[in-house]
Protein backbone atom coordinates (compact mmCIF):
# COMPACT_ATOMS: atom_id res chain seq x y z
CA UNK A 1 0.00 0.00 0.00
CA UNK A 2 1.39 3.32 -0.80
CA UNK A 3 1.86 5.38 1.71
CA UNK A 4 1.05 9.58 2.08
CA UNK A 5 2.57 11.50 -1.06
CA UNK A 6 3.24 15.39 -0.35
CA UNK A 7 3.87 17.91 -3.08
CA UNK A 8 6.15 19.61 -3.86
CA UNK A 9 8.64 18.78 -1.31
CA UNK A 10 10.72 21.81 -1.36
CA UNK A 11 9.71 24.94 -1.78
CA UNK A 12 10.92 28.65 -1.86
CA UNK A 13 8.78 32.00 -1.61
CA UNK A 14 9.00 35.87 -0.92
CA UNK A 15 7.16 37.43 2.25
CA UNK A 16 3.74 38.25 1.19
CA UNK A 17 3.26 35.54 -1.47
CA UNK A 18 0.74 32.43 -1.21
CA UNK A 19 1.37 28.74 -1.08
CA UNK A 20 -0.56 25.75 -1.56
CA UNK A 21 0.75 22.43 -0.23
CA UNK A 22 -0.74 19.22 -1.35
CA UNK A 23 -0.91 16.14 0.60
CA UNK A 24 -2.69 12.11 -1.04
CA UNK A 25 -3.36 10.16 2.32
CA UNK A 26 -3.04 6.33 2.38
CA UNK A 27 -5.93 4.82 0.51
CA UNK A 28 -8.92 4.17 2.66
CA UNK A 29 -7.61 6.79 4.77
CA UNK A 30 -10.22 9.38 5.54
CA UNK A 31 -8.93 11.55 8.07
CA UNK A 32 -5.80 14.22 7.08
CA UNK A 33 -4.04 16.19 9.72
CA UNK A 34 -1.28 18.77 9.03
CA UNK A 35 1.42 20.11 11.66
CA UNK A 36 4.29 22.71 11.15
CA UNK A 37 7.34 21.82 12.73
CA UNK A 38 9.98 24.29 13.05
CA UNK A 39 13.14 23.61 15.25
CA UNK A 40 11.82 25.86 18.44
CA UNK A 41 8.58 24.90 18.79
CA UNK A 42 8.55 21.39 17.40
CA UNK A 43 5.31 19.65 16.19
CA UNK A 44 2.38 22.00 16.45
CA UNK A 45 -0.93 20.54 14.96
CA UNK A 46 -2.44 23.39 12.02
CA UNK A 47 -6.01 21.35 11.27
CA UNK A 48 -7.68 17.89 10.67
CA UNK A 49 -10.13 17.19 7.80
CA UNK A 50 -12.02 14.20 8.29
CA UNK A 51 -14.51 13.36 5.52
CA UNK A 52 -14.41 17.02 3.63
CA UNK A 53 -15.10 18.89 7.19
CA UNK A 54 -12.58 20.38 9.20
CA UNK A 55 -12.79 18.23 12.47
CA UNK A 56 -10.42 19.73 14.66
CA UNK A 57 -8.27 23.31 14.24
CA UNK A 58 -5.00 24.55 15.87
CA UNK A 59 -4.11 27.79 17.56
CA UNK A 60 -2.91 29.20 14.18
CA UNK A 61 -4.14 32.79 12.21
CA UNK A 62 -6.69 32.64 9.43
CA UNK A 63 -3.95 33.00 6.65
CA UNK A 64 -3.50 28.99 7.39
CA UNK A 65 -6.64 27.60 5.58
CA UNK A 66 -7.11 24.46 4.24
CA UNK A 67 -9.56 22.04 2.69
CA UNK A 68 -10.22 17.98 1.79
CA UNK A 69 -11.44 16.59 -1.08
CA UNK A 70 -14.34 13.83 -1.90
CA UNK A 71 -10.92 11.72 -2.72
CA UNK A 72 -9.32 12.26 0.27
CA UNK A 73 -6.46 14.39 -0.73
CA UNK A 74 -6.12 17.58 1.23
CA UNK A 75 -4.36 20.88 0.61
CA UNK A 76 -3.31 24.07 2.91
CA UNK A 77 -3.01 27.36 2.02
CA UNK A 78 -0.74 29.99 3.24
CA UNK A 79 -1.49 33.35 2.43
CA UNK A 80 0.37 36.70 3.09
CA UNK A 81 3.44 34.34 3.60
CA UNK A 82 5.68 35.49 6.71
CA UNK A 83 9.14 34.81 7.73
CA UNK A 84 8.37 32.87 10.76
CA UNK A 85 5.86 30.42 8.20
CA UNK A 86 9.77 28.92 7.23
CA UNK A 87 9.18 25.29 8.10
CA UNK A 88 8.68 21.53 7.45
CA UNK A 89 4.50 20.70 6.91
CA UNK A 90 3.88 17.87 7.76
CA UNK A 91 0.74 15.67 6.41
CA UNK A 92 -0.53 12.77 8.15
CA UNK A 93 -3.77 10.26 7.31
CA UNK A 94 -4.92 8.33 9.87
CA UNK A 95 -8.15 5.14 10.47
CA UNK A 96 -9.57 7.06 13.21
CA UNK A 97 -12.42 5.24 14.51
CA UNK A 98 -10.53 1.96 13.56
CA UNK A 99 -7.30 1.58 14.27
CA UNK A 100 -7.56 4.15 16.91
CA UNK A 101 -5.02 7.58 16.41
CA UNK A 102 -2.23 6.22 15.07
CA UNK A 103 -0.79 9.12 12.10
CA UNK A 104 1.29 8.00 9.16
CA UNK A 105 3.18 11.07 7.56
CA UNK A 106 4.56 11.81 4.69
CA UNK A 107 7.85 13.50 4.05
CA UNK A 108 6.90 16.88 4.70
CA UNK A 109 7.05 19.58 2.80
CA UNK A 110 10.32 22.09 3.58
CA UNK A 111 8.88 25.75 2.88
CA UNK A 112 11.52 28.53 2.93
CA UNK A 113 10.33 31.89 2.93
CA UNK A 114 12.24 34.88 2.26
CA UNK B 1 -4.68 22.34 28.89
CA UNK B 2 -3.71 19.16 28.10
CA UNK B 3 0.15 18.45 27.81
CA UNK B 4 2.40 15.44 27.28
CA UNK B 5 5.95 16.12 28.81
CA UNK B 6 8.96 14.48 27.53
CA UNK B 7 12.37 14.38 28.95
CA UNK B 8 15.13 14.14 28.08
CA UNK B 9 14.62 17.05 25.37
CA UNK B 10 18.22 16.38 24.39
CA UNK B 11 20.47 13.22 24.59
CA UNK B 12 23.68 12.48 23.32
CA UNK B 13 25.57 8.91 24.29
CA UNK B 14 27.83 6.48 23.40
CA UNK B 15 26.97 3.28 21.18
CA UNK B 16 26.45 0.26 23.09
CA UNK B 17 25.01 2.47 26.06
CA UNK B 18 21.47 2.19 27.54
CA UNK B 19 18.80 4.64 27.47
CA UNK B 20 15.42 5.89 28.88
CA UNK B 21 13.14 8.73 27.69
CA UNK B 22 9.46 9.82 29.76
CA UNK B 23 7.03 11.30 28.14
CA UNK B 24 4.21 12.40 31.21
CA UNK B 25 1.45 13.53 31.61
CA UNK B 26 -1.78 14.50 34.37
CA UNK B 27 -3.86 13.54 31.68
CA UNK B 28 -5.29 9.80 31.09
CA UNK B 29 -4.94 8.66 28.09
CA UNK B 30 -6.96 5.74 26.04
CA UNK B 31 -3.54 5.11 24.04
CA UNK B 32 -0.45 6.74 23.89
CA UNK B 33 1.98 5.91 20.51
CA UNK B 34 5.57 6.61 19.88
CA UNK B 35 7.33 7.95 17.05
CA UNK B 36 10.94 8.53 15.46
CA UNK B 37 11.56 11.04 13.03
CA UNK B 38 14.90 11.17 11.26
CA UNK B 39 15.98 14.75 9.57
CA UNK B 40 14.26 15.95 6.56
CA UNK B 41 11.76 12.97 7.21
CA UNK B 42 8.09 12.46 8.73
CA UNK B 43 7.48 11.06 12.07
CA UNK B 44 7.73 7.41 11.24
CA UNK B 45 4.70 5.18 14.21
CA UNK B 46 7.10 2.83 16.24
CA UNK B 47 4.30 1.50 18.37
CA UNK B 48 0.78 2.08 20.36
CA UNK B 49 -0.04 1.16 23.98
CA UNK B 50 -3.08 1.17 25.11
CA UNK B 51 -3.70 -1.30 28.34
CA UNK B 52 -2.65 0.10 31.53
CA UNK B 53 1.01 -0.97 32.94
CA UNK B 54 1.08 -3.22 28.95
CA UNK B 55 5.17 -3.57 28.02
CA UNK B 56 5.96 -3.72 24.11
CA UNK B 57 9.10 -4.62 22.88
CA UNK B 58 10.20 -3.47 19.13
CA UNK B 59 14.18 -5.75 18.82
CA UNK B 60 16.17 -3.58 21.24
CA UNK B 61 13.10 -0.88 21.99
CA UNK B 62 10.87 -1.67 25.07
CA UNK B 63 8.03 0.50 25.17
CA UNK B 64 5.89 0.86 28.70
CA UNK B 65 2.66 2.65 29.69
CA UNK B 66 2.06 3.22 32.96
CA UNK B 67 -0.59 1.42 35.31
CA UNK B 68 -2.46 4.91 35.66
CA UNK B 69 -2.17 5.30 31.80
CA UNK B 70 -0.47 8.92 32.52
CA UNK B 71 2.62 8.44 31.63
CA UNK B 72 4.75 6.25 29.43
CA UNK B 73 8.31 5.17 28.79
CA UNK B 74 10.76 4.24 26.00
CA UNK B 75 14.27 1.93 26.94
CA UNK B 76 16.52 1.59 24.22
CA UNK B 77 19.23 -1.55 24.82
CA UNK B 78 22.89 -1.32 23.62
CA UNK B 79 22.14 1.75 21.54
CA UNK B 80 23.14 1.92 17.87
CA UNK B 81 24.09 5.08 15.47
CA UNK B 82 21.21 3.98 13.53
CA UNK B 83 18.85 5.00 16.66
CA UNK B 84 19.86 8.89 16.15
CA UNK B 85 16.73 10.60 15.46
CA UNK B 86 14.20 12.88 17.30
CA UNK B 87 11.61 10.41 19.25
CA UNK B 88 8.25 11.65 19.71
CA UNK B 89 5.51 10.50 22.05
CA UNK B 90 1.73 11.48 21.54
CA UNK B 91 -1.43 10.88 23.43
CA UNK B 92 -5.37 10.25 22.81
CA UNK B 93 -6.97 11.86 25.93
CA UNK B 94 -9.23 9.64 27.28
CA UNK B 95 -11.74 12.31 28.03
CA UNK B 96 -11.59 13.61 24.58
CA UNK B 97 -13.79 12.37 21.66
CA UNK B 98 -12.31 15.20 19.07
CA UNK B 99 -9.85 12.83 17.81
CA UNK B 100 -6.97 14.87 18.21
CA UNK B 101 -3.54 13.61 19.50
CA UNK B 102 -1.73 15.59 22.39
CA UNK B 103 2.00 15.90 21.33
CA UNK B 104 5.09 15.85 23.28
CA UNK B 105 8.20 18.36 22.21
CA UNK B 106 10.36 15.29 21.23
CA UNK B 107 13.95 13.86 22.28
CA UNK B 108 16.61 14.46 20.49
CA UNK B 109 18.41 11.64 20.43
CA UNK B 110 22.20 10.96 18.91
CA UNK B 111 23.99 7.82 19.54
CA UNK B 112 28.13 8.43 18.73
CA UNK B 113 29.80 5.61 17.06
Known sequence: ?114 | TQLLEQSPQFLSIQEGENLTVYCNSSSVFSSLQWYRQEPGEGPVLLVTVVTGGEVKKLKRLTFQFGDARKDSSLHITAAQPGDTGLYLCAGAPEADSNYQLIWGAGTKLIIKP
Request: net charge positive; glycine share 12%.
Open chain 1, 1 to 114: KAGVTQTPRYLIKTRGQQVTLSCSPISGHRSVSWYQQTPGQGLQFLFEYFSETQRNKGNFPGRFSGRQFSNSRSEMNVSTLELGDSALYLCASSLVGTSGYEQYFGPGTRLTVT
